[in-house]
């Protein structure tokens, strides 16, 4: 069962290989598993979710379906995938974002 733990808005910046590519608008969610009946978080499973403003005209295709960071406007770094030309975001793992092992 995923648990809605922490939405979130603002301006930050898209970064690929620590160089910032442009700051951008988001909006996101995120959810924590947890045990069913317990409600006791399962460690690393989580689910990042939601949009950042991108325009399927000027930013390029490229940045579709490879790994990104978004520095939050308080200073906290997110592992995003663009999944999208409208800018739909998803990740789904260990960590900030997705693991090697599953």
Known sequence: MMKLVEESS???ELTLNEVVLRRVRYRLK????TIEGSGLPIPGLHR???EIEFNANMDPIDW???PLNLKLENGSMLGITVINNEGR???EGHGPAKCLCC
């Not at 995120?30 to 598993?33: A, K």
């Open 48 to 50: 990042i979710e939601g």
């Open 64 to 66: 579709i379906g490879i």
């Open 10 to 12: 603002g301006i930050g």
């Open 30 to 33: 995120r959810f924590q598993g």
């Open 89 to 91: 975001i998803l990740n």
